[in-house]
């Protein structure tokens, strides 16, 4: 990045590999010890600044589960759930295969994230940077 510079995101967002339909491959996963989903999926749709991710599969109990979390990748903070109305994430592009996030409480980083897309386009990576990284090879 050029310091100073701004990204357009439209541009960013016109030009956006992530968005579409990602289905976890089970066997590359590493999943957390207490999240052994048996199926997962994460559709990602790009409008403008505004990112949807919907995710969907069967939990480790054999229940579907599914939810969508919207993000503004604009730099700013903005609650995203009412589970935890506390909480505030910031996401911004880093470039059109990379989308950042992190999460804040109390004024404190509680978590920050990446998901990336492969240069061949074809594997969705998430890196959570606040402990062992995690990779879903959807």
């Known amino acids: 990045r050029v310091a100073g510079a701004r990204l357009d ?4 967002a016109a030009m956006n590999t992530l968005a579409g339909k990602w289905i976890a ?3 590359k996963s590493h999943r957390h010890a207490n999240h052994q989903f048996q199926s997962a999926s994460l559709s990602i749709d790009v409008s403008g600044n505004r990112v949807s991710l919907t995710h969907s599969g069967i939990n480790m109990s054999g229940k579907y589960e599914s ?4 993000l503004h990748a604009d730099g700013q903070a903005y609650a995203v759930s009412t589970e935890a109305p506390d909480v505030v994430v910031i ?8 989308l950042e996030t992190e999460a804040h409480k109390d004024g404190r980083v509680v978590g920050r994230g990446t998901y ?3 240069d061949d386009g074809t594997t969705l990576e998430r890196e959570p940077r606040t402990r062992k990284r995690a990779t879903h090879g959807c």
């Open 9 to 12: 995101y439209r541009k960013v």
């Open 67 to 70: 939810g969508t979390t919207v």
């Open 25 to 27: 491959n089970l066997e």
């Open 116 to 118: 990336v897309v492969s």
């Open 91 to 98: 996401t911004r592009w880093n470039g059109p295969q990379a």
